[in-house]
């Protein structure tokens, strides 16, 4: 007899939550999926693993014993996975640029997969980082899926890792610096600097659906990459320019968040399912687990935007042919 190690996961989850519930929400997937999985486990084995009704769950002798050995079986399992990820070849991801969503969650990888090599790169942009995914050059990458001017090829899949909010990068000295949120309408009044490139075209996208929702103004456009890049600009012009709220800046720079709506970024992991590998798979299993145990996907209690293309993202699933 064959296991299938996903359903001695399944089991084994169950057994440490005793609720069909709350185990369906650690595995990421439907309550009644991990029912009938474990019905049918129980057949194969021929033996009740579990006792239930409405209101309990609980383990028989027989599914204390298979928990036991099940959970020694998915470590042995994990081992092989390490051992034989430790020889291959380093998981290749692009990161984009310095100090973003991208970088923090390489940092957390590296640390959950010490056997696991990554060779990290930059391209500045997901429209930048296409060609060499579909070329098979890379594994993984991230940005926002839509803006780019073309949909993205069915062999590509994506999945939602963040809504993060953007903020306004302002010179200290600033008017707007004297508040400690900016509500988004209120930059009308003052002309933004937009710092972006085409290898960037959906950040730039993003920027433009922006500016032209809440009547925004254009004091200049400058071709650039990179945080420290916008950050010298900003320095040197004085107007405000979209960015993040969070990391170092620079003296003489403040971030503020915007606010009445809270502009929100969404990343996704984009991957090639020609060429992805087991070790791929695992490494979006660890993104979507720190996304979730984050918050990443929740949005804000209070008013929020995002372009009509991405809140249309939001009522369906991934793309994963």
Known sequence: ????????????????????????ARLTIAQQTLSAQITTLEKRLGVTLFTRDRRHVALTPAGETFTQQGRRLLADAQRLIDEVTRTSTPLRIDVLTEGLTPSLLTQHLRAQTPCLAFEVLQSQGLAAALPRLLAGDLDLTFGRAHGLGQDLPATLATMPVRLEPIGVILPADHPLAAHDEVPLHSLADHPLLVHTADEAAEWRDWIDEAITTFGLQVALRVRGHGRAAIHATVQARGHPAFGLTTGHLPDGLTARPLTDPVPLYPWHAVWNTTTATPALHRTLGLIRTYSQGHHWHHLPDEPWWLPEADRSELRAPHRQP
């Open 1 to 24: 007899m064959d296991l299938d190690l996903r359903q001695v996961r399944y089991a084994v989850t169950l057994a440490e939550e005793l609720n069909f519930g709350r185990a369906a």
